[in-house]
Structures are given as structure tokens and as C-alpha cells.
């Protein structure tokens, strides 16, 4: 007797589980690792004859005054941060490493400098650390050149008046750690990221924790073979990768294609109230969006005058850390509102019922979560801006943690406001997820993604105030990666998959297959690929090869999203009904462009271990961040916006001759940014790494160099022009608002004579 086959949704399911329980599981494995391995803080750094030069608990609280002070939005720490500042580790490694040379040189008096040079490198890469009495010695010469980079510090973060200039250059305001112990604290913390970075492991010569980044020839930071090899590995996967994909979806193309209906087949859908009540989040969407446009560019021109707006000190008030820390932000913000409303606005739509006290539970979360933003962007300034030292920063004001930010207190509020978000959407959901459909795979993939978004939430409250920095970037980089590069972009694809196949695009089958299958590659790869950004945190060199092979698989299904939505396009042309839509389905394939360009070719040009160790910090990562963060999760928030409102407005009242300029001018101006400036910078900046050094790369020299300041200018055209279209996107959102009105005046005045 045979058995039946099982359906290949069915099996696709169970793949889907099975990727998913395993890859989280070596993620988990891989963590506990880079928990044993990580760098360890000594009790106390001392000198051959006993003094003490640093303390464990200063190393550990300068790594709070640090944050507290500005964090990644004031330069960085093993490459992770903002690019106007210099990476603090980088940076006082070859301080030290140049003061400790000199001294060395002043003791042989007359020997060859290759001398010197040879008892610098040897002596900053033996490790001196004692695990049995934690202590770190260091001879009284290196002591002594320690002394001296911390005076250098500790005036950069004081008011020191000859170090103003350089303030100027960093982007630093006066005065960024008023106390004296904390800037104390703040020293001990930064050697020891730069210790860390120099010093070779136990039990492995020649390799530091972490895995010899940054290049510093001084101390003989080169890349390492594991870095290279593991790169050419990761390209020809990649490769393979994509040649499989297309190969696949050549073989799909002889499916039967979806019957486009011969009218509008949403039409005649009405909004319910709790639908209706969406039109809030879509409007302070927009306004969120021109925030962060206005503070994108006041930060980038940080980079030319740090301390002034075209000659107004407007640092005083908002200073280069907060504008940045909104501008990032900000931008998460306003693309998760997007996706969150979409999700509210469809549930009732799909299932075709309207929970009881839905509409309350719309509003109560729109205010929910207008308090979040407003109270953590609020009281992240004020904590900067007034010093509120390192408590107030972590619990209330601004972690210092990129993308990350708010205090603690505004993360369980936004961490509960999510999970209300899912029950609102499940409850919604649910007279559809029990009746039997041919979108019932779909839409159960939509619960399924938000419940993980609300759940994977959770991994921000993972870290505390003393959790080792190498953690805190594990946990940091579940959050960003895997919450909003995950279990958001599977979210938003299943609803544009949802909305293809209700205007009768894509056939469910079809849809359904296909969503499932994507996401099984795309977490397959992005699961695992979330190491990548871990290379060189203080991790052991498993996580180069494990990273660097999935996060080349992270890039084979952005290639398939493109064509699926080339194809959707040439489809939706000859359909005069589907015109209504137009801007909302270009969108989406602006989604694919930047999914292919921003994601996948800009974002390979930095993955591999053999690129990233040169470029890690530079602004190579800013253009695969902007292309890749407004261009993919930015277009496709502005096409579910612009398909909500559609919907949520009398056709007659949409003004789409408005689209067509904004939605060119927000992509013309992103490949502007990108391509005229920031890539450019980048590829500047790279070569000045791979030639002398990441502290050469990242210091006032090259940043301020006439080429570099050259290249910020020219991002002002580009960003002239996105923000025009930002701006007409806002003027056809409000010219909804302003036919309603007239009608309501109307219908009223015409009551009134009846």
C-alpha cells in the first residue's frame, strides 16, 4: 500500500521549524561560548613594582561614564558606533603604542629604531594577565606611556582649553564627563578595550581577543588567515547561493499565473472603526519621518563643523550625540509604527469581523506608544544634555547604545505596548486562522512573525549595567538584527503577500508556497548571519567562520525578492483598476532594488571577515546602513502606508500626481547620498585603513581632510532632493485631511437649512 504524500506546504512548515530550532540553538551554543572566551576585566592593572594603575571597577563603571557620556553616538569601541570620533580603542592603542616606542627609543640611545620598534610589539602583545590573583602587570615604561594617553583623555572629555580644537573636530561638546573620577574611570575603560585588541590569547600566539582587529602595524595587529580564508569561502557560497535560487524560481516560472480580476476587487471594502483608527499612526508616521530627515542632516553636518550649524551654535542645545541618537533613532521608530498600523489596519480586513472594543485598544496603543517616543527622546536629551550621570542614562535617558538607545524603564513599556499589539492582532486574526482558506498559510505566518516580534523584544532587557561589553553586543545585535533585519522584514513580506494576493496578483497557492520557502532561506541565513556583526568584539574566531559563511547566505534571497516584484510590476501595468495602486506596488519594487543594491551588494562589499577588518567604523557601513535601512524597511513602510490610506480615504481625495515626484525624489535623492557621498567617503577612509592603520582611518587628519569635507557638501544635493520628497509625501497625506473637512463643514451646513 502507498501512503499519501504530504502536502509541500505542509512540508515546508516543518522545514521552517526545524531551521528555525537549530539555528537558534547554535546561536544560543555560539553566545555561551563568546560568554566563556570573552576578554576577561582584571581585578586590578599594576605595575612590576605593585602600583596600582587601574582597578577592575573603574574599568568596569568607565565603561558606564563612556555611555552615560555619549556611547556609540560619540565615536566608537571595537568598531561599533558613530564615524566622527575616532574609534576609542583604535585610537588609544596607537597612543600608546607611539608613546611607549618613544620611551623604549629614548632607553637605547643610538639603537636602531627596529629595536624599539621589536620590544613595543613584543611587549604589548604578551599577555601579563594572572587568572589565579586577576591581575594585569605592566612594566613601569608602559606604565608610564599609559599616564600619559590617560592625561590626553581625560582633558578630551574635561574642559581642557588646549584640546578645544580637537573637540571641535570630534564633534564633542565641553565638558562631556564633568567628574574627574569618571573621565578616570573612562581611561581604564578604553585601555582595556585597546589591551584586549593587542594582546594575544591564551594558548594562541599571534592572535588577540579580538582576532587582531584594528590594523595597528605597531603592535603587529595584521588579519588573520582564519579572516581570509573564511572570505573566500563566504563568496563562493554566495555564489552557489544565487545560481541555486534562480535556478529555482526558473523552474517555477511554468506554475499557473494568478487571473487578475477585471475590477478592484477592495473596492467596495469599508474600514471598520478600529481600521479607521489607524489614520493616526500613518499621519505622526510622516511626521516621524521629516524628524528624522531634519536630524540626518544637522548630524551630518556635524562632520564638517562640530560644534555649529552654518555658524550657529546649536550644539549648546543639541549637541552631535543627541541628534544622532534621534536621527537612528527615530528612523526605527517610524518604520516599525508603519508596520505595526498596517498590521492593525489588514487583521479586520482579512478576517472580515471587528473585535469587540477594538477601536479602544487601537487608540489606547497609539497613545502608548506616542509616550514612549516622546518620553525617551525627551528625557535621552535632557540626560545628555544636563549629565545626569550613569544611572539616570540607563533607566531613563540615553544607554548610549546604537539603534537601541531609550532607557530601560521606556524598553519594558514599549516591550508590554508590543505584546498588546499582538493580542490586538490575534484576536483580529483569529476568525481567520480558523477558517479553512487558501491564505490561511499567509496569514498564519503574519501571527507567527509578530508574535517573534513582540516576543524577541524581550532580548533589550537581557543586559544590565554591568554586563560585559562583549555581551552587550551579542545581545544588541539580536535585537537589531534578528528583531528588526528578521522576524519585521518576514512580517512586513508575508502582508505585501497578503496584499498581492487579495488584489488578485499572486495565486494563494502560490503565495503561499513562496513565503514559507523565502522565509526558510532567509532565516537559514540571517539566524546565523547575526555573527557577522561580532567578528571582532572580543569573540573567538568560531564566530568568524560561522558568521561569515551565513551572512553570504543572508544575501541569495534578496535577489528573488527583486525579481518577484519586477515581475508583479510588469503585470500590474496592463491592468487599468490596478493604477489606484501604482505607487504603492513601485514601492515595493524599490523595496527589491534596495534590496539587491543596498543589502546585498553593499552589504556583501562589507561582510566578508577580509573586507570588514579594514572597514569596520568606516563609512563603507554607513552606505550599506542608509541604502539599506531607508531604501528596503523605509520604501516598503512608505508603500504599506500608502496602501492603508487607499484604502482608509475616498478615492477621490487622493492627490497621486504628488506621488510620482515624491516617490522619485526619496529614491533619486538615497542613491545620491549614497553614491555621490557616502560610499566614496568610505572607500577613501578603506584605503587609508589597509595602507597605515584604522586610528589613521578615523583621525581629524583624514575626517577632516579637504577630499573627506568635499564629500559631506556633496550629500547636500542628494539630501536637498529626499527631503522634497519627504516633504510632497507629507502635502498629499495632509491634502486628505483638508477635502474631509470641507465635506464634514458641509454636510453640517447643509443639515442646518433643512
Excluded at 574642559?159 to 570630534?170: D, F, G, I, N, V
Excluded at 552557489?240 to 487571473?259: N, P, S, T, V
Amino acid at each position: 500500500m502507498t501512503l499519501p504524500r504530504r502536502p509541500a506546504a505542509t512540508r515546508l512548515w516543518r522545514w521552517l521549524a526545524l531551521v528555525c530550532v537549530l539555528s537558534f540553538g547554535a546561536l544560543g551554543y555560539l553566545g555561551w561560548q563568546i560568554y566563556l572566551s570573552a576578554p576577561p576585566i582584571p581585578r586590578a592593572v599594576v605595575t612590576a613594582e605593585g602600583r596600582i594603575v587601574f582597578t577592575g571597577e573603574q574599568i568596569q563603571y568607565g565603561q558606564q561614564a563612556w555611555m552615560a557620556a555619549g556611547g556609540q553616538q560619540l565615536g566608537t569601541v571595537w568598531g561599533h558606533g558613530s564615524y566622527v570620533a575616532p574609534d576609542w580603542s583604535a585610537d588609544w592603542l596607537h597612543r600608546e603604542a607611539t608613546a611607549l616606542q618613544r620611551i623604549r627609543t629614548a632607553e637605547l640611545k643610538g639603537a636602531p629604531d627596529a629595536a624599539a620598534d621589536a620590544l613595543v610589539r613584543e611587549e604589548m602583545r604578551r599577555n601579563t594577565y594572572e587568572e589565579a590573583t586577576g591581575t594585569l602587570t605592566v612594566s613601569t615604561q608602559r606604565a608610564e606611556a599609559i599616564r600619559e594617553v590617560t592625561e590626553h583623555y581625560a582633558g578630551l572629555f574635561g574642559s581642557e582649553p588646549s584640546l578645544a580644537h580637537l573637540r571641535e573636530q570630534y564633534a564633542m561638546t565641553e565638558g562631556a564627563l564633568p567628574e574627574a573620577a569618571d573621565r578616570q574611570a573612562l581611561t581604564a575603560f578604553f585601555f582595556w578595550t585597546s589591551w584586549a585588541a593587542a594582546t594575544d590569547r591564551p594558548g594562541e600566539p599571534g592572535l588577540s581577543y579580538t582576532s587582531n582587529w584594528p590594523h595597528e602595524p605597531l603592535v603587529g595587529n595584521t588579519m588573520t588567515t582564519s579572516a581570509a580564508m573564511w572570505s573566500m569561502v563566504s563568496v563562493i557560497l554566495l555564489l552557489a547561493g544565487i545560481a541555486a535560487m534562480l535556478w529555482l524560481h526558473k523552474g517555477d516560472e511554468h506554475e499557473e499565473r494568478a487571473r487578475v480580476p477585471a475590477a478592484d476587487p477592495l473596492l467596495g471594502a469599508r474600514p471598520t472603526p478600529s481600521m479607521k483608527a489607524t489614520r493616526k499612526y500613518f499621519f505622526v508616521v510622516i511626521g516621524l519621518m521629516l524628524l528624522q530627515i531634519a536630524m540626518g542632516a544637522i548630524t551630518a553636518h556635524y562632520a564638517v563643523e562640530g560644534q555649529a550649524f552654518f555658524g550657529i551654535p546649536l550644539a549648546q542645545i543639541l549637541p552631535y550625540t543627541v541628534s544622532r541618537t534621534i536621527h537612528t533613532q527615530i528612523g526605527v521608530f517610524w518604520i516599525a509604527t508603519a508596520w505595526l498600523a498596517t498590521g492593525l489596519y489588514v487583521a479586520p480586513l482579512l478576517s472580515g469581523k471587528e473585535p469587540k472594543l477594538q477601536k479602544l485598544g487601537v487608540d489606547a496603543l497609539f497613545y502608548a506608544l506616542l509616550v514612549v517616543v516622546l518620553g525617551s527622546t525627551i528625557t535621552g536629551w535632557l540626560g545628555t544634555l544636563q549629565h545626569r550621570g550613569v544611572d539616570f542614562s540607563f533607566w531613563i535617558g540615553n544607554q548610549g547604545l546604537e539603534f537601541t538607545s531609550m532607557g530601560r524603564v521606556w524598553q519594558l513599556l514599549l516591550f508590554v505596548g508590543l505584546l498588546f499589539w499582538v493580542y490586538l492582532l490575534g484576536r483580529a486574526l483569529w476568525p481567520a486562522l480558523k477558517k479553512p482558506s487558501e491564505t490561511r498559510g499567509l496569514i498564519a505566518m503574519v501571527f507567527l512573525s509578530a508574535s517573534c516580534i513582540g516576543g524577541f523584544y524581550a532580548t533589550s532587557l537581557t543586559w544590565g549595567q554591568h554586563t560585559h561589553y562583549s555581551m552587550i553586543e551579542y545581545w544588541r545585535w539580536w535585537l537589531v538584527h534578528l528583531w528588526v533585519e528578521g522576524f519585521f522584514e518576514v512580517f512586513a513580506t508575508a502582508v505585501v503577500a497578503l496584499i498581492f494576493t487579495n488584489l488578485g496578483l499572486v495565486r494563494a497557492a502560490s503565495a503561499n508556497r513562496a513565503i514559507v520557502a523565502e522565509t526558510i532561506v532567509f532565516l537559514f541565513g540571517g539566524i546565523l548571519g547575526t555573527l557577522h556583526h561580532l567578528y571582532w568584539t572580543g569573540t573567538p574566531t568560531s564566530i568568524i567562520a560561522v558568521g561569515s559563511v551565513f551572512s553570504a547566505l543572508e544575501v541569495v534571497p534578496l535577489t528573488l525578492i527583486g525579481l518577484e516584484a519586477l515581475q508583479t510590476w510588469r503585470k500590474a501595468k496592463n491592468v487599468a483598476w490596478l493604477g489606484a495602486y501604482k505607487w504603492v506596488i513601485l514601492c515595493f519594487v524599490a523595496v527589491g532594488f534596495w534590496n539587491t543594491v543596498g543589502a546585498g551588494l553593499l552589504g556583501f562589499a562589507i561582510n566578508p571577515p577580509a573586507s570588514l577588518y579594514y572597514v569596520q567604523g568606516l563609512n563603507m557601513t554607513a552606505a550599506h546602513g542608509h541604502a539599506a535601512l531607508f531604501g528596503v524597511y523605509g520604501m516598503l513602510g512608505i508603500g504599506l502606508l500608502l496602501f492603508c490610506l487607499r484604502g482608509l480615504y475616498e478615492r477621490g481625495l487622493h492627490v497621486d500626481k504628488l506621488l510620482k515626484p515624491a516617490f522619485w525624489s526619496l529614491n533619486i535623492g538615497l542613491g545620491m547620498m549614497v553614491f555621490l557621498s557616502l560610499l566614496p567617503a568610505g572607500i577613501y577612509q578603506a584605503w587609508t585603513s589597509i595602507t597605515k592603520g584604522l586610528w589613521y582611518a578615523r583621525s581629524p587628519e583624514i575626517i577632516h581632510s579637504k577630499l573627506m569635507e568635499t564629500l559631506v557638501w556633496l550629500r547636500v544635493p542628494g539630501d536637498i532632493v529626499f527631503a522634497a520628497g519627504a516633504v510632497l509625501l507629507a502635502v498629499y497625506a495632509l491634502r486628505l485631511l483638508v477635502p474631509a473637512r470641507r465635506q464634514r463643514v458641509a454636510g453640517v451646513v447643509s443639515a442646518a437649512f433643512r
